[in-house]
DNA sequence: GTCTATAACCGGATAGAC
DNA sequence: GTCTATCCGGTTATAGAC
């Protein structure tokens, strides 16, 4: 078989995933990764050659998954209620299950902001149909008058702060307790729906 | 006089937060502090014993800035409408100068959440009278029914993620066009504030 | 208090045996 | 492909002269 990736290689990618997107870059140590896979330091080396090499690897990894998770969201949509709904409501799930994800990826994204940058431009044609989209349903009347850019701002701010600030929200709203902080996220994806909706909708009661 | 702060000491401690704040902990090298304090290397040691020292000065000193105007804040309003405004605006405003600080605060306090939260919670007091404050407002009858934390949480994320993720909306959205994002910025709290207003006052138009 | 020199350590990377 | 041993550069930290 072409394409074919040894299983050693394939541990280091996940174990250098665990351990860059929990850390950062600088943060990150080559032995780290090396335990974290159960297996010797040099292979690391081996296989990727530098830390900065690795590094490429898992970011390009990490950022085309979501990226492909929300291009899905948006192609399968056709009204803003199903934009809204089903964005708001896949994106809070997958940080459900990887927290740390969008602190990494904005974290490391101001560290060599060039780089970054054009690997996310590769992959951006799906912007298009979102604004034609917005600015479609834009004509609708019982609708108010908002930049559709501020309101993707505000959808995306809203659903990933809570993840990125949880340690403050958890221990300077929550005082720490871990149960309603873990139930204020249950809700956030049906609140910020029913938010959204009753600011761009006229009459949404 | 006591309490008196030698010059070099304040040079320090200015150059550390310019340093740590862009770079974070693990990215910040002695050296660059020491030259962008235009002093010698060993003097950081000589005041401040460890870099880790150091940092907690830093960050104590970052942290308890933003706490303090937020505070005030709170502090000068007695209903929703003028909280929101104030705080949407002051916080922005903040922002604009201090961009990096919220990327700072939310990457350093995964590094080390147990230390952080201590710090945290010495400051919480002007917590209680935010939460009264919407809890007693809830009564008006001109207001939809929200939980007040997830409307806290709406408002700090739109406030916050724009700067957070600032690289990305500027490349991603925008093109790389520095013009339309600072554009973007200026209206960002006219923005909140009219979303905010628009999606939790009944007949607010 | 400030400087120069250097110690002590750590972490990424490589050489070379198996 | 995998392992052990080691190198080498860089970074924090200290010693000691001024």
Redesign the interface.
């Known amino acids: 078989m072409v394409n074919e990736i040894s299983n050693t290689e394939e541990k280091i990618v996940k174990a250098a995933i665990v351990v860059f997107v929990k850390k950062?870059y600088?943060?990150t140590r080559m032995q780290e990764i090396a335990d974290e896979a159960s297996i010797n330091k040099s292979l690391l080396h081996y296989y990727f050659r530098s830390k900065e090499k690795l590094f490429e690897k898992v970011f390009a990894n990490v950022f085309s998954e979501v990226i492909k998770s929300i291009t899905q969201v948006i192609e399968a949509s056709s009204t803003i209620e199903e934009l809204l709904e089903s964005f708001v409501s896949t994106y809070i799930n997958l940080l459900k299950t990887k927290p740390?994800l969008p602190?990494f990826?904005?974290?490391e994204?101001?560290?060599k902001?060039s780089v970054?940058?054009d690997m996310?431009?590769s992959k951006?044609e799906n912007?298009i149909r979102l604004i034609k989209l917005l600015s479609q349903e834009g004509e609708r009347n019982d609708i108010?008058e908002?930049?559709p850019?501020?309101?993707?701002?505000?959808v995306?701010?809203?659903?990933?702060?809570?993840f990125?600030?949880a340690?403050?929200?958890k221990?300077?709203?929550f005082?720490?307790d871990e149960d309603t902080f873990n139930n204020?996220i249950k809700?956030?994806a049906k609140?910020?729906i029913?938010?959204?909706k009753?600011?761009?909708f006229?009459n949404s009661?």
Request: hydrophobic residues 50%; without cysteine; charged residues 20%.
């Open positions: 950062g600088d943060g740390y602190n990826v904005l974290h994204i101001n560290r902001p970054m940058v996310i431009n951006g912007k108010r908002f930049d850019i501020q309101i993707i701002v505000d995306l701010g809203m659903s990933i702060f809570p990125i600030a340690p403050i929200i221990g300077f709203i005082e720490g204020f809700e956030r609140h910020i029913n938010f959204v009753s600011a761009i006229i009661d």
